[in-house]
């Protein structure tokens, strides 16, 4: 798996580049790869310099039928050697078939593999310079392309990424002008390269058309990672994930609806895989796809409301039954997924806003208030629960003011904890929810003054008796200071309202300032 540059053959290599270009014989180009291919002696990230440094200093005649078939070769090797492995993928922990260690990637050929298969796909674009890609090898060169087009991934680099955008929006620029070959192209990669990979292990609540099985099979007849065999786009081809999602990102409307039976089943399996990792993934894909799908599809399949129940129990995937670095991303994607799904389901603008806010109401019960309860004192999750709450109530809209007696609390008593100034960003996320609140409950404000003004100030005043606070915690204080302008501006006009501001005010003479009315 290692690929260790010589350093020799690089300078070689680079000579060759700059000399003059030259014209091949009609059986030198097929003779050299035929050597390049069969090679045994020369490493794989050798021989692709060899041969990206000869074709980037060579004028081929591709009308030549034997250069033709030999470029053609060339192509194969290439997209089989800069193919992620199965050394990327996630560890299988209980799979009694590996009888043999699987090989470990230490960070220095992770870098050296990225700058090899990033070479491989600069010899794949002198190949589709030299004749462009045909229909019945596109999908090939275009899944090859698509497995670098996520920086995240651990065999990606900025120069495989650049490269691979680079071509592939040349190639789909040539399919422009023949909508049918695009599709075609789409068709081909779900069917042949995503679907095979996904057949063993496919959700038991679907039928095969995609939709909502009205009596599914039991539990027990997921597979299980014991089976690994059941799961190879799991742990022999973790690149088809992010073949997938380009795939997703081509997408319209109308492609989808047409897609449907090939789309939902690798969605749903990634989606129900016990890894953390690929449950944020799943979600991730479930996002792109929601962006074009119609209400109306989602209604009819039934699938809105399964992708609903498969999403809901992530929101208790909290500490300390999960590590605290897995659980933050699963429910930061998982709140955005669930907010996204809920508006796509909408049929029509003039959706009763009742069925909208509905299950909003559950994520808030569901999620926000016992994700509260059972993080403790986990800041970050707290933190990103409050920043959850913020787009859950902009979502509500006036409908939010029913949480209003379960949301204040909780946010009044992270304003006032005795050391909530030793991590900013939790107070200031706190103090950026009470901005939606106010503008979508304000006719509630009155009621609830009392834990507003409780929080705000306290909080304000502990900002205030740092000796050197930091730029944090001055921005809060100005973002305090802001609410509470607003506040203020809203209870203004109430005589017993107004009393109870100059109260506070006489208690402590820093208050003039921002309880002015």
């Given at each position: 798996?290692?690929?260790?540059?010589?350093?020799?053959?690089?300078?070689?290599?680079?000579?060759?580049?700059?000399?003059?270009?030259?014209?091949?014989?009609?059986?030198?180009?097929?003779?050299?790869?035929?050597?390049?291919?069969?090679?045994?002696?020369?490493?794989?990230?050798?021989?692709?310099?060899?041969?990206?440094?000869?074709?980037?200093?060579?004028?081929?005649?591709?009308?030549?039928?034997?250069?033709?078939?030999?470029?053609?070769?060339?192509?194969?090797?290439?997209?089989?050697?800069?193919?992620?492995?199965?050394?990327?993928?996630?560890?299988?922990?209980?799979?009694?078939?590996?009888?043999?260690?699987?090989?470990?990637?230490?960070?220095?050929?992770?870098?050296?593999?990225?700058?090899?298969?990033?070479?491989?796909?600069?010899?794949?674009?002198?190949?589709?310079?030299?004749?462009?890609?045909?229909?019945?090898?596109?999908?090939?060169?275009?899944?090859?392309?698509?497995?670098?087009?996520?920086?995240?991934?651990?065999?990606?680099?900025?120069?495989?990424?650049?490269?691979?955008?680079?071509?592939?929006?040349?190639?789909?620029?040539?399919?422009?002008?023949?909508?049918?070959?695009?599709?075609?192209?789409?068709?081909?990669?779900?069917?042949?390269?995503?679907?095979?990979?996904?057949?063993?292990?496919?959700?038991?609540?679907?039928?095969?058309?995609?939709?909502?099985?009205?009596?599914?099979?039991?539990?027990?007849?997921?597979?299980?990672?014991?089976?690994?065999?059941?799961?190879?786009?799991?742990?022999?081809?973790?690149?088809?994930?992010?073949?997938?999602?380009?795939?997703?990102?081509?997408?319209?409307?109308?492609?989808?609806?047409?897609?449907?039976?090939?789309?939902?089943?690798?969605?749903?399996?990634?989606?129900?895989?016990?890894?953390?990792?690929?449950?944020?993934?799943?979600?991730?894909?479930?996002?792109?796809?929601?962006?074009?799908?119609?209400?109306?599809?989602?209604?009819?399949?039934?699938?809105?409301?399964?992708?609903?129940?498969?999403?809901?129990?992530?929101?208790?995937?909290?500490?300390?039954?999960?590590?605290?670095?897995?659980?933050?991303?699963?429910?930061?994607?998982?709140?955005?997924?669930?907010?996204?799904?809920?508006?796509?389901?909408?049929?029509?603008?003039?959706?009763?806003?009742?069925?909208?806010?509905?299950?909003?109401?559950?994520?808030?019960?569901?999620?926000?208030?016992?994700?509260?309860?059972?993080?403790?004192?986990?800041?970050?999750?707290?933190?990103?629960?409050?920043?959850?709450?913020?787009?859950?109530?902009?979502?509500?809209?006036?409908?939010?003011?029913?949480?209003?007696?379960?949301?204040?609390?909780?946010?009044?008593?992270?304003?006032?904890?005795?050391?909530?100034?030793?991590?900013?960003?939790?107070?200031?996320?706190?103090?950026?929810?009470?901005?939606?609140?106010?503008?979508?409950?304000?006719?509630?404000?009155?009621?609830?003054?009392?834990?507003?003004?409780?929080?705000?100030?306290?909080?304000?005043?502990?900002?205030?008796?740092?000796?050197?606070?930091?730029?944090?915690?001055?921005?809060?204080?100005?973002?305090?200071?802001?609410?509470?302008?607003?506040?203020?501006?809203?209870?203004?006009?109430?005589?017993q309202m107004e009393k109870e501001l100059q109260m506070l005010r006489d208690c402590d003479s820093r208050l003039e300032r921002i309880l002015k009315v």
């Open positions: 798996m290692t690929f260790t540059p010589n350093p020799d053959l690089e300078s070689v290599l680079e000579q060759t580049r700059m000399a003059k270009p030259a014209v091949l014989g009609p059986q030198d180009f097929p003779k050299f790869v035929k050597k390049l291919t069969e090679s045994e002696e020369q490493a794989l990230g050798e021989r692709l310099l060899e041969a990206e440094a000869y074709l980037s200093n060579s004028l081929l005649d591709s009308s030549i039928p034997e250069n033709h078939v030999a470029a053609n070769q060339l192509q194969n090797w290439t997209i089989k050697a800069i193919s992620p492995t199965d050394a990327f993928a996630i560890e299988a922990p209980y799979v009694a078939e590996f009888k043999e260690a699987k090989p470990v990637i230490s960070s220095d050929d992770v870098g050296r593999l990225c700058s090899m298969k990033a070479t491989g796909l600069q010899l794949l674009s002198h190949l589709q310079n030299l004749q462009p890609a045909k229909p019945d090898s596109s999908a090939a060169i275009v899944a090859c392309l698509a497995s670098f087009t996520d920086l995240e991934d651990p065999w990606t680099n900025e120069n495989a990424f650049v490269l691979a955008q680079s071509m592939l929006s040349s190639h789909l620029q040539r399919m422009k002008g023949d909508p049918n070959q695009f599709d075609g192209l789409i068709t081909d990669l779900l069917l042949h390269h995503v679907k095979p990979l996904f057949v063993k292990s496919k959700s038991p609540v679907l039928t095969d058309q995609g939709r909502k099985a009205i009596a599914p099979l039991p539990g027990n007849a997921l597979p299980s990672d014991f089976e690994s065999g059941n799961k190879p786009w799991k742990f022999q081809s973790p690149h088809i994930i992010t073949i997938f999602r380009w795939i997703l990102s081509q997408l319209d409307a109308t492609m989808v609806e047409k897609h449907w039976p090939l789309i939902i089943p690798p969605l749903l399996t990634i989606l129900d895989d016990v890894s953390t990792t690929l449950k944020v993934r799943g979600c991730q894909l479930l996002s792109i796809l929601l962006k074009v799908v119609p209400a109306s599809l989602l209604k009819r399949s039934g699938l809105g409301e399964v992708f609903n129940d498969t999403l809901m129990p992530y929101l208790l995937y909290l500490p300390s039954l999960t590590p605290e670095e897995e659980s933050i991303p699963l429910l930061n994607a998982t709140y955005d997924t669930l907010l996204s799904l809920t508006l796509a389901r909408q049929t029509t603008p003039d959706t009763n806003p009742l069925k909208v806010t509905k299950p909003l109401d559950a994520i808030f019960r569901y999620g926000i208030m016992k994700g509260h309860a059972h993080a403790g004192e986990k800041v970050r999750i707290a933190e990103l629960l409050m920043k959850k709450s913020t787009d859950l109530v902009n979502a509500m809209g006036i409908h939010s003011v029913k949480h209003l007696k379960d949301l204040l609390p909780i946010i009044s008593a992270t304003l006032t904890a005795p050391f909530a100034t030793a991590y900013p960003p939790l107070l200031d996320a706190s103090v950026q929810l009470l901005r939606p609140i106010i503008v979508n409950g304000w006719p509630r404000l009155a009621f609830h003054r009392a834990e507003v003004l409780e929080g705000l100030i306290i909080c304000w005043c502990r900002i205030e008796d740092e000796d050197k606070p930091t730029t944090a915690l001055l921005a809060v204080r100005e973002h305090i200071e802001d609410v509470l302008r607003a506040v203020v501006q809203l209870l203004r006009g109430d005589e």
